[in-house]
């Protein structure tokens, strides 16, 4: 997984630096980014924090885009919040987010940022993602990392089938937005962008709840059984929860990016040296 987001990364660095003129865009994103999965699997927006990142995207043609986007944002869930899914299980998490993206961006109108025939477009886009988690829980004034405790016994001798999971995961990624030319060099956007991860532990809740006394067992020094289960208990009934559900296993966590993009054309060589002009005469509806 490492070797895949370095090799992001790279791809990322030379795309800029070798940037081709008149095609090139580079910019910023700002607004919010939110979470659905055991704890909201439902409410879009339920609970939306701040997000900021930065683009890249290469103009292939009035038609097409690639673009390269680095945005980190936070995730959080809550049974306790208006999106919460169960109130008795009691179960929160807040996560930090790293996404890179890499996606083609197909409009549905020919758009180039600075044409004056082409002003503005909707457009949706698709791609994959790599990104890094690190899911926390609030307990007695302090945050805990959740992935070290195992709180649903991975890796413990009881359930070997049960594997720690990995804090940097792959994920497909697919939206719709809105770019319109403000100037010859200035491009305003919108786009909404959701990420399906191939992950369950976006906040580390996914099986059923372990044995208590196995995880005080194998990890002695940890707060692991604490943090496993904070049910609200039930008046008149026992609190026996080993082995009850905790999570939904088969549906993976999804995250989501949404707000506004402004982005600025590269400069490239004057008119009369421009290939795209030698090789076509209409180069004039391309710019202001």
């Known amino acids: 997984m490492k070797k895949i987001l370095f090799s992001f990364l790279f791809l990322f660095v030379f795309m800029i630096v070798n940037v081709q003129g008149q095609r090139s865009e ?5 607004g919010g980014s939110y979470y659905l999965g055991d704890l909201n699997f ?8 701040p997000a900021i990142g930065i683009l890249y995207r290469y103009n292939i043609n009035t038609r097409f885009a690639l673009k390269l986007s680095g945005t980190y944002g936070t995730l959080i869930g809550d049974d306790a919040s208006s999106s919460g899914e169960n109130k008795q299980r009691n179960l929160s998490f807040e996560s930090p987010v790293t996404d890179l993206s890499a996606n083609i961006e197909f409009n549905f ?9 082409h002003k503005f477009t909707p457009y949706i886009f698709g791609g ?5 988690f690190n899911p926390k829980a609030y307990f007695e004034g302090e945050w805990y990392s959740l ?3 195992h709180t649903e016994g991975q890796g413990t001798t009881v359930y070997p089938d049960r594997k720690p999971y990995s804090r940097t995961q792959l994920g497909f990624s697919f939206g719709i937005g809105f770019k319109i030319s403000l100037s010859r060099t200035v491009c305003l956007g919108g786009e909404w962008g959701l990420r399906k991860t191939y992950t369950d532990y976006l906040d580390d809740v996914s099986t059923t709840y372990p044995n208590p006394d196995i995880l005080i067992k194998e990890y002695p ?5 604490f943090l496993s289960n904070r049910s609200l ?3 008149g009934e026992p609190d026996i929860i080993t082995g009850m559900q905790r999570g939904n296993s088969e549906n ?4 989501a990016f949404a707000g506004l993009t402004l982005t600025f054309k590269i400069r490239g060589k004057r008119k009369a040296d421009c290939r795209d002009y030698q090789r076509q005469h209409n180069y004039e509806q391309y710019q202001y």
Do not use: C
């Open 252 to 255: 993976n966590d999804w995250y």
């Open 42 to 49: 439902r409410q879009h927006f339920g609970i939306t924090k």
């Open 109 to 117: 109108w020919p758009y180039f940022t600075g044409s004056k025939k």
């Open 233 to 235: 208990s039930i008046p």
């Open 128 to 132: 994959f993602s790599i990104f890094t």
């Open 221 to 225: 020094d940890s707060i692991s059984a």
């Open 26 to 30: 580079v910019g910023f994103f700002a």
């Open 147 to 149: 992935q070290p405790l």
